[in-house]
């Protein structure tokens, strides 16, 4: 059984312990699957992998605990689903996924009625500011969205996340990234 | 992401992007993290001590992301 951690166009770059399984254009990266206890440092050590490979190419990350059977059945899956793939890369291609998690003031989330609108009310309007300065942006559930970021304009809307913050004071926001596009290769 | 503080803060996005994200192969291929019940009730202990440390609370239902 083999682990998939990517999808990229072909040749892929090289990556640390990683072999790539080419065709059709496109290449899967994956290892041998092995038994690992669910960690933190589990967790992380697969996401540095796939950050560095981003650091060469565009990339589609795939879910985390994918296992196909063998090489052959990976190149089958390429090939499958080749165009979707292909358009999945040009829309992800120069960008970064950023996420931004909103802390609020517990006592203006759960108090009266109008505390609660007027958080909810602001929640949008920063989710607004931000979706302009992405190329796209989805709400991963209330309070935490995600970013797809040109490389080039990640430092911008790293900027804009302070100035949000800045101006409200009852809510702190929380700017992760950049990661590879998780949210941006699906439907 | 490189300090130990950075990851904590990071951690609750890196679990909804790596679980709830990424490309999914469906049919004939098997999920190795066969329960991902499991797996997520064994994350949100751990998750439950990063809240205390980051003194923001507020995590929100680590299924949001799912699809």
């Not at chain 1, 796939?50 to 090489?71: F, H, K, N, W």
């Not at chain 2, 992401?1 to 004939?28: F, K, P, Q, S, W």
Request: proline share 4%; charged share 25%; glycine share 8%.
């Amino acid at each position: 059984m083999i682990e998939l951690y990517a999808i990229t166009s072909a040749p892929a770059p090289e990556a640390d312990g990683l072999r790539a399984i080419e065709n059709d254009g496109l290449a899967a990266l994956c290892s041998v699957a092995a038994e690992r206890q669910l960690s933190a440092e589990e967790l992380w050590r697969r996401e540095e992998v796939i950050e560095s490979l981003m650091q060469d190419c565009d990339v589609l990350p795939v879910r985390y605990g994918t296992v196909v059977r063998d090489a052959d059945e990976a190149a089958r899956f390429l090939t499958s689903r080749r165009d979707e793939l292909l358009q999945a890369l040009e829309r992800v291609r120069g960008a970064v996924e950023l996420a931004v998690r909103v802390a609020g003031d517990e006592r203006a989330v759960a108090g009266d009625g109008g505390g609660y609108m007027r958080v909810k009310t602001r929640l949008l309007e920063m989710h607004d500011t931000l979706s302009a300065l992405a190329r796209e942006s989805k709400e991963l559930a209330p309070g935490r969205g995600a970013y797809l970021v040109g490389r080039e304009d990640v430092a911008a809307f790293v900027a804009r996340v302070a100035a949000l913050e800045e101006a409200n004071e009852e809510l702190s926001l929380l700017c992760t990234g950049p990661w590879p596009p998780y949210s941006f290769v699906g439907p | 992401m490189t300090t130990i503080a950075e990851r904590d803060v990071a951690l609750v996005d890196l679990v909804d992007r790596l679980l709830g994200g990424g490309v999914v192969i469906a049919g004939d291929i098997t999920l190795a993290a066969a329960d991902v019940d499991l797996v997520y009730v064994g994350l949100r202990a751990m998750l439950s001590s990063v809240a205390t440390a980051e003194e923001k609370g507020l995590l929100g239902p680590l299924r949001g992301s799912s699809p």
